[in-house]
């Protein structure tokens, strides 16, 4: 029945790396090539899907496998689910890759924990340090960057165009594409 | 983009009304007729969306706008969602149409209590009657039938395919298949 090949591009990286900076840039680009696209954003997601749930290791873990639930359901469908939420732990991450039946590309949106902080685009790192916010990746939380990406982005060191011809060579390169 | 309609299919009733089965039935036919058929189940999603969730009015609203949102995502997207949870309370079940961006159609699976109580598939309403199972919609909780359901099927009175026959009725009159 599927016309179309759906796939996931699982973004993961730390807070202010480009997530969804990045997951919105793609999305007409992604769109022009025919592609139903959704970003699932992880604050959106958490509003709509796990309120209630707080930032220890379970409960993020619980979050993720939501997200990879959503993400599963729509490419299977034929859709191209974009998710952008931190996702900092790897055997959630191999959890939800391993559950999804359509294709699932891990996309490392990578950037130094400096940049990033420098960057602080909800001010969020100030009051990480300030101890204001607890479990905070990168600061007071852990993040276990992805040793088996299938694409890495660098948005410290790179532009958005080049990242995203990056995802987007990768998509052409296997398929996921109609050309 | 979309090269299919999506819609959503909201069925409601108690528990033991034949909401699942009769998704179950109407998967196949629908995938015969083009559709990317996705069956939101009570149980499944309250597995993995709403692990933790009582059944409380604030805990089942909260599990029932979760299902929305997914059947939202997933119509957007040109698939054919089709939920079938109890959804006992009105004002959920019209906050979840109002927000579907998609068609909506709300099915209510009509069956007297005496019918399902003397079916009770799953052995929960002698459970309830004993008080051993507390919130149980139609015994100690209310269960609000739908005043303006698209369509309504009666599955104590009818066959399981004049049921289906009703709905595929519905969707072909309001140009929801491709013919």
Known sequence: MTDRKGFT??????SGSGKST??????PILKDRGCNVEVLDGDEVRENLSKGL?????????NIRRIGYVARLLSRNGA????AAISPYTSVRDEVRAMTEA???????????????ERDTKGLYKKARAGEIKNFTGIS?????PENAEVTVHTGSETIEESAERIMSYLEANGLLAS
Chains 1, 2 share one sequence.
């Not at 591009?9 to 730390?14: A, D, H, K, R, S």
């Not at 990045?22 to 999305?27: E, S």
């Not at 191209?80 to 998710?83: K, L, R, V």
């Open 54 to 62: 707080g930032f220890s290791k379970e409960d993020r873990d619980t």
């Open 22 to 27: 990045l997951a919105q840039f793609l999305t």
């Open 103 to 117: 294709t699932f590309v891990e996309v490392y949106v990578e950037a130094p924990l400096e940049v990033v902080e």
């Open 141 to 145: 939380d852990p993040y276990e960057a």
């Open 80 to 83: 191209c689910a974009i998710t």
């Open 9 to 14: 591009l699982w973004f993961t990286g730390l």
